[in-house]
Each structure stands twice: as structure tokens, then as C-alpha cells.
């Protein structure tokens, strides 16, 4: 049974603004962990990874359309790209986009360069502070060999790992046209 001095309390200015304190506390509470869940999220996203639903062609057959991967970012962070690494790099035409492209060339090295007969072949230098991209898919890609050197600032984070399809779940194997050049003699003549 509820007694006249509990019912003058509910209804008094004391109770309101000690139920509205209670109500903020606990709205800024939720507030609270939500910034720090969100710092943290940013935090993993930016340092150490994400997940990335690859699309288009280019990368076949190593990587096909809708095949899921983990980039990390922790190798382009401390310098450490080596030729042969699969990187996800922002797009050059669309901030927005992202690209996933093989490392062919590092700043210094010899990048050699066909022509459509695979007869005429050119070279150029990858200059200091980019990376040289081309795809796997050699015939259906636009990288390097269309737009130059992509500065290093734009790479995003190296692919590591294959998530989906179950049936190609694992580390990436190297690429499978390895035209990664070794001594500066392999292009022909300077």
C-alpha cells in the first residue's frame, strides 16, 4: 500500500530531477562506451586490418571477383612491402576506390615493360617514394603500365590472406606469371 508521504515524494521536484540525473548518467554512459568502442574499431582498422571484398578481374587468377581478403596494415607501416606483395592501394582516379594490384617494382629498381607482341620491350626506374602495380591478369588490368609509379603514401595495407571462397581459404601464393625483375640485364639493353 502506497502511504501519502511516498506518493508527495514521487511527485516531488527531488524525485524528477533525481530520476532525470539517473537517465543522463546512463545515456552518457552508453555515449562513453560507445567513443571508446569506436576509437578502438578505428584504431584496428587503421594499425592492424580489415577485410576487403575484391572486385573486377584484373587480379585473376590469384585473386577473383568476390573473393574476400584480409589486408594488414602493419607491413606498410613500418616499410616493409617487398616485391611480389599484393597490396590494397587507394585508387589514383577515385579517392573513394580502392585497387588491389601485385608490387612489381620498389623505389630504384629496373621495371620492364611489353608491348601488345610482347616483341617491343621498354623499361623505366621507379622513382623514390613509389611502388610499380601491375595486376596477375596481365591483358585485363589497368595499373602501372597505364597510369606510372604509385606513390607509397597511397597504399593501404598488404594482402595476407584469402578468407572466402572456403575452398581458397589461405595465404596467397606467389604470383603466377613472375615477372618480377632480379638483375638489371633482364629488360635487354639501357
Known amino acids: 500500500m502506497i502511504t501519502n508521504a511516498e506518493s508527495d515524494y514521487s511527485n516531488s521536484p527531488?524525485?524528477?530531477?533525481e530520476m532525470i540525473r539517473r537517465v543522463l548518467g546512463k545515456a552518457l554512459g552508453f555515449v562513453g562506451y560507445t567513443i571508446?568502442?569506436?576509437?578502438?574499431?578505428?584504431?584496428?582498422?587503421?594499425?592492424?586490418?580489415?577485410?576487403?571484398?575484391?572486385?573486377?578481374?584484373?587480379m585473376e587468377p590469384t585473386i577473383v571477383n568476390r573473393d574476400v581478403v584480409f589486408s594488414e596494415r602493419m607491413t606498410?607501416?613500418?616499410?616493409?612491402?617487398?616485391?611480389?606483395?599484393?597490396?590494397?592501394?587507394?585508387?589514383?582516379?577515385?579517392?573513394n576506390m580502392n585497387v588491389c594490384k601485385r608490387v612489381i617494382g620498389l623505389e630504384g629498381d629496373k621495371v620492364c615493360m611489353s608491348g601488345p607482341s610482347n616483341f617491343f620491350k621498354t623499361h623505366t626506374y621507379v622513382p623514390?617514394?613509389?611502388?610499380?602495380?601491375?595486376?596477375?591478369?596481365?591483358t585485363n588490368s589497368t595499373d602501372s603500365r597505364s597510369y606510372g609509379p604509385v606513390p607509397y603514401a597511397l597504399i593501404r595495407g598488404r594482402v595476407c590472406l584469402k578468407l572466402w571462397p572456403p575452398d581458397g581459404f589461405g595465404i596467397l601464393s606467389e604470383s603466377p606469371t613472375r615477372r618480377i625483375v632480379k638483375d638489371q640485364d633482364d629488360c635487354g639493353s639501357d
Open 76 to 95: 606498410r607501416h613500418l616499410c616493409k612491402i617487398q616485391k611480389g606483395d599484393i597490396v590494397i592501394v587507394k585508387s589514383l582516379f577515385d579517392p
Open 14 to 17: 527531488f524525485h524528477q530531477v
Open 128 to 138: 623514390k617514394g613509389h611502388v610499380w602495380l601491375e595486376g596477375d591478369n596481365l
Open 36 to 58: 571508446q568502442y569506436g576509437c578502438i574499431a578505428h584504431c584496428a582498422f587503421e594499425y592492424i586490418g580489415e577485410i576487403v571484398v575484391c572486385s573486377g578481374p584484373s
